[in-house]
């Protein structure tokens, strides 16, 4: 039978902490160019593509610099990015995260991976669980980053769902908008000021029940 349902989870800080090593390379990256950075800023780059997140932390700076330095810089953050990327291993899944896709493949779920990140394919063979995955859509697969619903509506379209019948796991505040926009319910991760606005709030994924999930089809297809 053809899956009617569909979880399309997001990659960076919801199946693995990564958001904290994307933090770790902007943070050596601008201490030693001197730039100011902390983690208040990094919380608003969850869910930026790598240039947009720039933008966000050059801020007023951002028109003294070259687009050769740019360029120079994402290629720097980037290549620092990788490096903490390639110690990753199968115990860098967050916990409850494997269990929860299983879970939802037991029942004829959908699994999806709906990422800004360009490296999602890296992250996901570092955590050897795309053959746990229906669907991969990443920065590479459309044009504009969250909050642009693009990313998710991409997901639907490979899943064969309309959009009412997947509901996204997010830990940012531009990827909740992002699902809400593509007319998906959605779980946020995290404190409330981040993820307030989604449908249900869960401290970690570990929280996140399969019944939570199971709800909010149900709600979606009422
Ligand atoms: C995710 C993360 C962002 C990151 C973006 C681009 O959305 O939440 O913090 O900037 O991916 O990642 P990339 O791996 O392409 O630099
Ligand atoms: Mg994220």
């Not at 800080?13 to 800023?41: K, N």
Request: hydrophobic share 40%; aromatic share 4%; charged share 30%.
């Amino acid at each position: 039978m053809p899956i009617q349902h569909a979880a399309i989870f997001d990659l960076d800080g919801v199946l693995t902490d990564t958001a904290e090593l994307h933090y770790q390379s902007w943070q050596e990256l601008m201490d030693q160019l001197g730039i100011p950075f902390d983690r208040q800023v990094n919380e608003s780059l969850r869910g930026l593509s790598r240039p947009e997140s720039l933008e966000v932390i050059l801020g007023s700076r951002s028109a003294d610099f070259s687009d050769a330095w740019k360029q120079d810089i994402l290629r720097r953050k980037n290549e620092n990015y990788i490096e903490r990327v390639r110690r990753m291993t199968p115990a860098d899944l967050l916990p409850g995260v494997e269990n929860l896709l299983r879970a939802l493949r037991e029942r004829g779920v959908g699994v999806a991976v709906a990422s800004s990140s360009r490296n999602t394919g890296l992250v996901l063979e570092r955590l050897g669980i795309r053959p746990l995955l229906d669907v991969v859509v990443d920065g590479n697969d459309v044009p504009k980053s969250k909050p642009d619903p693009g990313v998710f509506l991409e997901a639907a379209r490979r899943l064969a769902l309309p959009p009412a019948r997947c509901v996204v796991i997010e830990d940012a505040a531009a990827g909740v908008e992002g699902a809400q926009r593509a007319g998906m319910r959605v779980v946020g991760v995290g404190p409330a000021e981040r993820v307030g606005k989604a449908d249900l709030v869960r401290k970690r994924v570990a929280e996140v029940g399969i019944e939570d999930l199971l709800g909010l089809f149900d709600e979606g297809t009422a």
